[in-house]
């Protein structure tokens, strides 16, 4: 067993993409289910390697027939994964054409072996991806997990960092961990963005001027400020509070229409 | 509504934990189901939350009766999550105590409103509930998700970022994705560790030496370098692939008692 750590480098002749693979689209990792017992388990797998991108999924010995409908019914859609899934009988020739490969385990082995996480798991994948290495994560059954003999055929094995004193994971959400992670690598997502409506935009300053002017012309107007020494105090406080709450142009219209309305109702 | 990155800031004076909360030990954000139709969803939802910590969820008008069986049995054991659920008839109510509200959301509303990544979302959430200020977010039921009037409650709208033609996540998955993330915040998990049974230890370089010692003078025993020149290499080469495997003693132990035992076969 040769520890992963060891193993990473950039690319070199002779790495690149394999010859003559007709996976060349296929990017991720392969998902490796052994012996899964419910179809809909394999299903819910499906969906979630569908969300996150993943589509090359291999069954070693399922349970129950295959081609399974609880495992289509539960795939919600993600068919194009179910469809292209290949069955196995064993589990070296599932992972035969394989360069990498990983097994999940939640409980600790006998055995020295480096144990990744799947954010780390992830960013090797990447990088070997690049290098034309092919990577697979073995998934055990429900409720039993991978057998030590499946784990010795691993290079690293992959824990999904929980609650420890809850940690057996749904077979789904097990699958769901790595894809997420997987998607969120190559995802350029903002951490953060507002969001605003095609007709609008956010509202400039002189916009924002206007509503202030507005508002203190009617507060003025009303008495609200009627102990005068602290007038600068109180504007500065809604000034503030109206600053943060980042108006488009729309809302800064919709807001003095609300002035507006507010006082017709006070004079009349 | 306010935007969220304007409310960033350090613990100022008065907003410290609650006075009189009885939920001083709780940490992490609320998870809100609204309307959820099936309980084996709500099951697996509690499942989700117990892997990853998190034990307060609110249940806003679920479909069916509550105690519901089949959550119970979905939850497999998450029964401390099931139990504490608290249900309500109104979002408003199920979000009354709480400052910070996240809506869940994969399709774009037409709305002005932050969105951000739940990687994004619990580093938030983390500071906030050092000053007392309690999160929750908000996932709408299954297939159809959050209807408008709720995500014009949140201050942000939370969204898993996920393959763009696939993007219908399963509820206990969507919870997941906020738990899971929640959980890495506050693990001290390390990327990747060799773990190693506590009956052994990596081998030093005296045993690592004793082993490459004894494996060439073998060889050479055997006639493997038979032609000189190419000795150098073929020991550095034998040696570097040896390195990468990071032996045990005991597996050294275990590789010059191979050896032993190949070259007894030969020489009997």
Known sequence: MMALTLLRRKCVAGTDRAEGSDDTLVTGPVVVLIEPQLGENIGMAARA????????????KPRDEWPNQYAEAAASGATMVIERARVYDTTEAAIADLQ?????????????TEVVTPREAVVRMKKDETCGVRSGVMFGKEAKGLK????????SILTVPLNPVF???NLAQAV??????WFQLGTETEDAVLAI???T????????????????TELDDS??????EKKPTMVRNIRNVLQRARFTEQEVRTFRGIITSLVKKRKS
Chains 1, 2 share one sequence.
């Open 49 to 60: 390697m569908m969300n996150c991108g993943l589509t090359d999924m291999r069954l070693v």
């Open 100 to 112: 990498m490969v990983y097994a999940t385990t939640a409980r600790s082995r006998d055995m020295t």
């Open 148 to 155: 030590n003999d499946d784990v010795a055929l691993a290079n």
């Open 167 to 169: 940690t057996s994971l």
């Open 176 to 181: 769901f961990a790595l894809g997420y992670e």
């Open 197 to 199: 409506p095609k007709e």
């Open 201 to 216: 935009r956010l509202a400039n300053k002189m916009e924002l001027q206007g509503l202030f002017d507005h508002l203190e």
């Open 223 to 228: 008495g609200f400020f009627h102990v005068l």
